[in-house]
């Protein structure tokens, strides 16, 4: 079963992020601070309205980013396939570019979480596999 774990527990980090735009068809991201433990090309879980989705990590001349987030982590990894739940929750919540996020780091390199600044949640916490496991699933995924 797994633990549930506050917003405002002392065992997250929350740090902010903006909502920003990327690419060519300059649609919504989600810009991340310096702060997270994490680099570009990581897959990470990441919870939107207390449901979790996987998000990949990417890095462009201004610093890190998350461009969507999708059901599962094939998807997180060849975005052209599935529905693009960040981009929804994004227009849901009515951020635009330049609004402020609230990231919280749940469990670091792992498990994040986005919310409204001011508002507060409640994460449902499971680890991932061992980072063994981990390494032989990437190398079979290539």
């Avoid at 996987?54 to 980013?65: F, M, P, Y």
Wanted: aromatic fraction near 4%; include cysteine; proline fraction near 4%.
């Amino acid at each position: 079963m797994p633990d549930r774990l506050p917003s405002d527990a002392d065992a997250v980090s929350t740090t902010r992020a903006h909502v920003d735009r990327f690419g060519g068809t300059r649609r919504r991201c989600v810009r991340l601070g310096e702060e997270l433990d994490v680099s570009d090309g990581d897959l990470v879980r990441l919870v939107l309205d207390r449901k979790t989705y996987h998000s990949r990590v990417h890095a462009d001349a201004n610093g890190l980013l998350l461009r969507g987030a999708y059901e599962n982590r094939r998807l997180a990894r060849s975005p052209t396939e599935g529905d693009n739940e960040l981009r929804a929750w994004l227009e849901e919540v009515g951020k635009q570019p330049g609004d402020s996020l609230e990231v919280d780091e749940v469990v670091a390199g792992e498990l994040y979480g986005l919310r409204i600044p001011g508002s507060r949640t409640v994460y449902s916490v499971t680890r991932g596999p061992a980072s063994s496991l981990s390494e032989i699933a990437r190398d079979l995924d290539g």
